[in-house]
């Protein structure tokens, strides 16, 4: 058996992501935390050329990060390297197993569905993708969620897993890569495994916005980040610049502030779209200042590294290259449903379009949380959504199955 080693951080929800999937493959794998570790920290740098985590290797193979992963044990190529052909996966190829409810997506708005679906005794299988917990466990606080003030943001993750699963909710981290919605019952096929159900409920959630931009791809994990629980560690006492202007922008801003010397913000506009709390926390902030009205046109690096920007200053067209350590990215989302264009409604920005009971065009076929919802965005709209989805789930399944349901 091949030897794997997965270097981490703390609060690094990549990591996470990293580990579950070996988890879901039953490999075995040894875990080196280097946060704190500054030798270590510029070993994997030195190693890799990589300025953030996880860090993967199979055996003395480089493998990559979570991403690199992901691709892998899609494309099942995973299977090859860790020589396990005759594992799981090729047995179950061809069977196709039945279920009441599938929930594609284990964020808030897919724990959510699952609690509801799992009280109704509906036992719903619950695919969480690469990302237990979705966008939530990108970040460190949680603080707006009613009911739940002062808690970490992972705690609260946890939480909505361990619930849904006291009920009967079904957790498997595998990742859809193909539906049919033409047939009734429905069918979702993973990587792994091949599925049929009376109901769905799609919970996809929103990835990061890229900038794209020249450099940004090429210097991805080398100075540029999406994350900054995950990566902030490796900018000890460095300059960085945060892009966007919303709650996202600031909340990770003053997070790298732990870290960072100093941590520009660059803004397109000449003010900021983030909640009032989050402001006056940022310009409380001594580390923190601000470029307004300003773009970046690109990232430049030297040896693997970010060395500068070239910011652009939308209102006088004047250019400047500016010099940085990192780049975080924060300038909104755009919603996972590049499986489901030409198979359900989407608006022309791809969110999923729903009625006001959460379902799709196809009946039977419900979406929740930041899939669909391009103005809230909020955990607790997510879950809000998700119990609803969850109600005419259940709803759906008893009226196919001529069964009373109250209400
Ligand atoms: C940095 C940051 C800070 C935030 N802070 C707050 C805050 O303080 N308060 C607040 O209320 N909101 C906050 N939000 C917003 C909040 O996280 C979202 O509104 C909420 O997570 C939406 O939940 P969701 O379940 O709809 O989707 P997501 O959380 O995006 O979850 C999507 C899920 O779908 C899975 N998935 C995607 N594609 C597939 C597939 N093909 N197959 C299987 N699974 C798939 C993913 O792995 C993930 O599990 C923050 C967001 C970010 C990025």
Redesign the pocket.
Known sequence: MPRVKVYTTDFCSYCDVAKRILESKKIEYEEINIHGDSEMRDHIEELTGRRDVPQIFIDDQHIGDDDNLTELARSGELDKLLKEEDNDVAKNGNTIEERNVII????????AAGVYTSRAMLEPLL?????????????L?????PGYFGHQ?GEFVNGLKEQAERFGTETRF????EVDFNSHPFSVK?YDNQYSAKTIVI??????RTLDIPGEKEYGGRGVSY??TCDGFFFQDQRLIVVGGG??AL??GIFLTKYASEVIIVHRRDQLRASQIMQERAFKNDKIKFIWDTVVDEIQGEEQKVTGTLLRNIKTDEKEMFPIDGVFI?VG?IP?TE?FKRVIDLNDQGYILVDEKQQTNIEGVFA????H?HV???????AG??AAAGIMAEKFVAELENRAYPG
């Open positions: 594609i997506g284990g964020g808030t708005a897919g724990y695919l969480v993708g690469d990302a237990l917990g979705g966008q939530l466990s990108l970040t606080d949680l603080e707006n969620y943001a595998e990742y859809a890569t993973t919970c996809t959630g929103a990835s990061p994350c900054a709650d996202a909340e990770e924060f989302h996972n499986l929740a949380g930041d899939v919802d809230f965005r909020q955990a607790i709209t997510a959504a998700g």
